[in-house]
């Protein structure tokens, strides 16, 4: 059978993992891809790092040239954390005849479209299914499966430590320091998680997903986005007494106006398949015109998960798959057939407001007036007693389908208003 010569820069938890499997299960790999994929090269920082696993000799190395080099490698799998070095790497491979495969995020997120020309100039392909949704099979699903049908809108829990927390601080009545501390001895958060819990990493795929299923060249530091870090338990308790659960969500859909991009703690239903995704896992809702509903569950990141998708690329990409599938990608180059994003301001939906107002007569008229004026309609109120001291209480008003533009003109106006004394807590609400 032949070889396919096969590299892997950055010998990371995900690293190990594809080197298990490809070293344990060659069978399986070599059935799939009809050819044997053969690990030549592990490049590494550190030479005497245990890895708790057993490489054949000479495959481990420190030197990145040895693989740019050797012409016998056909395929790369390139888990370089971060965007600059991983970028001057990836571009080196190309040129050098080298097809890659990535689980790189940020990398994706930051230059994936110009990396794809890159590539499509040079003959080779780019396959990057672990860089969103870790074992999900999201990014097949979206360019080959569903490739008859226009997307119409895709919602998504894409950041499994945020869920993680989320899940702990609501069913448990953790706090959110313990569950992040939580997160982060099981393995689910770094030791600095800021960029989970900010929602950078749930933005960074969104813009890889809304490229691929809107042709939308979505720069992710554009979409507008809120973490999980200033979520007030408050709102947790609140949320469900209304029925809801708070979960932090990727949104992207098609408008009249453009495509429409946001990340955020938002409400979900009660009983509907987002609200009930639970601890470290992830889940993607995706809307197609032909197809309709379809959703994909399961674990968003992780050693196992994640190589799975990582072997699966490779698998493709010696078959053949990916050089055929990455060439489609090219129709998004066009100028013309360009998606441009429209103005977050134009967001249209439905809002959780939470203002922790003074105890007396006349406050929800007052704030109802500033609503009214703002063409807002409530859908409902709800005020608690004894939740907060010195005489403020919260308010919680639901509010009916707005403009974003309008709640936020109509939130400042309310916040200067005598009776209304901290910042208004707002979330949206997916009714999707």
């Known amino acids: 059978m032949e070889k396919i010569g096969v590299a892997i820069i950055g010998m990371g938890t995900v690293g190990t993992g594809v080197a298990k499997i490809l070293l344990d299960h060659g069978d399986r790999t070599a059935r799939h891809a009809g050819k044997t994929l053969w690990l030549t090269h592990a490049v590494v920082r550190n030479l005497k790092k245990d890895r708790g696993i057993d490489l054949p000799e000479g495959v481990l190395t420190d030197d990145v040239d040895k693989v740019i080099n050797d012409p016998s490698v056909k395929v790369v799998v390139q888990l370089i954390g971060g965007v600059d070095e991983a970028k001057t790497v990836m571009l080196r491979l190309l040129e050098q005849g080298k097809d890659v495969v990535t689980a790189n995020k940020a990398l994706m997120a930051q230059h994936g479209p110009e990396l794809f020309d890159k590539a499509r100039q040079l003959g080779r392909s780019i396959a990057f299914e672990a860089s969103v949704a870790g074992g999900i099979p999201i990014i097949t699903n979206i360019s080959q ?77 554009e979409i507008p986005k809120r973490g999980i870090d200033q979520l007030d338990s408050l709102d947790l308790k609140y949320a469900k007494q209304l029925g ?16 429409q991009a946001v990340v955020g703690p938002m409400l979900v239903k009660n009983g509907t398949p987002l609200a009930e995704v639970r601890a470290n896992y992830n889940a993607i809702s995706v809307d197609g ?68 107002v003074e105890d007396v007569p006349n406050v929800l008229a007052q704030i109802a007036g500033v609503l009214g004026k703002h063409d807002i309609s409530i859908a409902s109120v709800i005020q608690h007693d004894n939740d907060l001291a010195d005489g403020v209480v919260p308010l919680v008003i639901i509010t009916k389908e707005t403009r974003e533009s309008d709640a936020e003109s109509a939130i400042a106006e309310i916040e200067k208003l005598s009776c209304v004394k901290s910042k208004t807590e707002r979330l949206r609400i997916l009714d999707a």
Not at 169 to 197: F, H, N, R, T
């Open 289 to 356: 015109d032909a197809v309709g509903p379809v959703f994909y569950h399961g674990q968003g990141a992780g050693q196992m998960p994640t190589a799975s998708a990582v072997v699966a690329d490779l698998i493709d990409t010696a078959v053949g798959r990916t050089a055929i599938t990455f060439q489609t990608l090219e129709l998004w180059s066009d100028e013309a057939n360009r998606i441009e994003m429209a103005a977050p301001g134009n967001l249209i939906g439905r809002f959780y407001l939470r203002f922790n």
């Open 145 to 221: 499966c569903l490739s008859a049908n226009q997307i119409q809108s895709l919602n998504g829990i894409l950041n499994g430590t945020s869920n993680y927390i989320i899940t702990r601080m609501d069913l448990e009545g953790a706090s959110y320091d313990d569950a992040v501390k939580e997160a982060q001895d099981l393995g689910y958060a770094e030791a600095d998680p800021a960029m989970d819990v900010d929602g950078t990493d749930a933005a960074q795929k969104l813009s890889i997903l809304a490229h691929l299923a809107f042709g939308a060249r979505v720069n992710w530091s």
């Open 244 to 259: 809801y659960r708070i979960k932090l969500i990727g949104v992207s859909r098609l408008t009249d106006e453009g495509l």
